[in-house]
């Protein structure tokens, strides 16, 4: 046997070595001539892609070789490179098992167990076995700074994005450059954010200088750590794992009232891109995420209304923190904004989501809705914001009767709704002919008395 494991009348060694010496010769020749020899350059190219090939050659033929069934991956049927655990406890090769969970997949391949979760935890007994394997029939294993897996990420990539995380528990100007390139990282390359889903300790080891530190926290870190939280949430495996990691909503909650604008904005963005789920929307209601952002879009700071507005719009669908919302001053603050001409349409489809409520109503009745929302429809050429203010108009009309009389002058005025009841969108014509027929009822009733 050669050292590489090979046997030396193998052909493909035959013809290595045969190729080696010419190549040899070639470079001697080539070293020992004073003018340059151009053939023998050229002759010398040829014979290292010729290497080139046959080790290529070798390592295809050398993978037929038939090997454990335990180091077989049960998806790809091959030789595993990069063998990991589920949490079903199978082993898949990394990029295949990758690629079942990222179109969506949440069970086991061979189980069909239901994952608890969707970390990947590298087995390195498999994978010394195999290597040790590889090793003794003359195989060589890619390099694992050149292997890719399915999100293209390499070796090196990994040993990296671990380093950077130990470096969230040292010093604090290893923390700030650690958090920087963190953040750089995450936001330029998708398959990096993935790399947070692959371990549980990966997401509390990068807050923790945050979770540690009630006061006199470095604004730059939060900042940095806050808008790679956000980076994170975007990866929709990772949604559910950033949520219910323990400390993160509340540092996020925290951010809303404190940091650079930039902090509290990327903050609000987070919660909205983690709302996306359900159960995340009921975890951030109950964290009280909904105050810190009404406050915030009280402000109107520009950087950050448009995230609020997103948040709240999203956090809002279920009833729960519809209530929460309006408990804590969002009609309000909506109702002084678009008063201000400030992103009207957004923040009228909170309000309208919003009118369900009763109290919301009430307030929404109280603070001059009617007239502001009538103007509304009489001067935007938004169709949407068209539908949303009538239908909250509807929902006070029902409520309301002091506000008839108001309703009842624009009509006179200007026909407002019964242009509306016209030209509107399916839903504001519906919404439209409800007041008109309120309010020519009450006008028969009238009569009739």
């Not at 994978?127 to 292997?147: E, T």
């Not at 990420?153 to 923390?175: G, I, N, V, W, Y």
């Not at 448009?306 to 804590?328: E, G, H, P, W, Y």
Request: hydrophobic share 40%; net charge positive.
């Amino acid at each position: 046997m050669a050292k590489t494991g090979v046997v030396e009348g193998d052909p493909l060694t035959v013809k290595e070595m045969e190729l080696k010496r010419e190549l040899q010769r070639l470079v001697k020749a080539i070293l020992s001539q004073e003018e340059i020899n151009v053939d023998a350059i050229d002759k010398t190219q040829q014979i290292l892609l010729a290497l080139k090939e046959l080790k290529v050659k070798r390592r295809s033929s050398s993978f037929d070789l038939p090997f454990p069934e335990e180091f077989r991956c049960p998806l790809s049927k091959q030789l595993m490179r990069d063998p990991v655990m589920l949490a079903s406890g199978q082993t898949y090769d990394r990029p295949f098992i990758q690629k079942w969970l990222k179109v969506g997949n949440r069970t086991c391949p061979q189980t069909q167990q239901v994952l608890s979760h969707t970390i990947l935890t590298p087995n390195h007994l498999i994978r010394d076995m195999i290597s040790q394997w590889c090793k003794n029939n003359g195989i060589q294993m890619p390099d694992s700074v050149q292997f890719l897996n399915d999100e293209g990420l390499t070796e090196a990539d990994r040993d990296l994005f671990l380093s950077l995380l130990e470096k969230m528990s040292s010093t604090l100007s290893d923390q700030k450059v650690a958090a920087r390139e963190l953040r750089l990282l995450t936001k330029k390359m998708p398959s990096f954010r993935s790399l947070f889903g692959e371990s549980a300790d990966a997401i509390p080891q990068l807050v923790r200088p945050l979770s540690q530190s009630n006061s006199n926290v470095n604004p730059n870190l939060q900042e940095d750590i806050i808008t790679t939280l956000l980076n994170l949430s975007i990866h929709d495996n990772n949604k559910k794992l950033v949520a219910e990691t323990p400390k993160v909503i509340p540092l996020l909650v925290d951010a809303l009232r404190s940091g650079t604008i930039e902090t509290r904005s990327n903050a609000a963005a987070a919660l909205f891109t983690l709302s996306a789920l359900d159960s995340n929307k009921e975890l951030i209601g109950k964290s009280g995420a909904l105050k810190p952002l009404v406050e915030l879009l009280d402000e109107g700071n520009p950087v950050a209304m448009k995230d609020v507005a997103s948040a709240l719009f999203s956090l809002c669908i279920i009833q729960d923190n519809k209530a929460r919302a309006v408990r804590d001053g969002a009609v309000r603050a909506i109702l002084k904004k678009i008063m201000s001409n400030v992103h009207v349409d957004e923040l009228l489809a909170i309000l309208a989501m919003l009118s369900n409520n009763q109290k919301a109503v009430e307030e929404m009745g109280d603070l001059g809705a009617v007239t502001c929302l009538l103007n509304i429809i009489r001067e935007t050429s938004c169709a949407r914001s068209k539908e949303n203010c009538i239908a909250v108009l509807y929902t006070i009309c029902y409520s309301d009767r002091t506000k008839w009389k108001t309703l009842r002058d624009e009509e006179k005025t200007y026909g407002t709704i019964s242009q509306l009841a016209q030209n509107g969108t399916a839903r504001a014509k519906r919404k439209a002919n409800g007041i008109l027929d309120r309010l020519n009822r009450a006008i028969n009733l009238t009569h009739t008395a």
